[in-house]
């Protein structure tokens, strides 16, 4: 299955079941953003109202993304190799 959203693949799901919150995340109601995601390079990519995508360049092997109360910030799980994980938070603009 794919999810697609304006356009822009948000999640595909081979062999899994489709399950929000763990390539995605919706953003609060009036943040202005839309969804945070799992790119198809695994890394953290936003995607706006608009349909304008960003996509947070310094990360990789991203999981469960999850938004602030207020939308400006995402946390999320990075794959660090083997039985290694790094939980991160960035700014969203």
């Known amino acids: 299955m794919t999810l697609k959203l304006k356009g822009e693949v948000v999640g595909e799901y081979v062999n899994l079941q489709f399950m929000p919150g763990y390539t995605f995340g919706w953003a609060p109601k009036d943040a202005g953003n839309l969804i945070a995601y799992r790119n ?51 700014d969203v603009k």
């Not at 390079?41 to 947070?56: F, W, Y």
């Not at 993304?65 to 960035?90: C, H, L, T």
Request: aromatic share 8%; net charge positive.
């Open 40 to 90: 198809l390079e695994g890394r953290l990519a936003v995607l706006d109202q608009q349909g304008r995508k960003q996509e947070i360049a310094s990360t990789k092997n991203v999981w469960t993304p999850a938004w602030s109360e207020d939308g400006s910030k995402i946390a999320f799980v990075q794959s660090m190799g083997r039985n290694k994980y790094d939980i991160s938070i960035v």
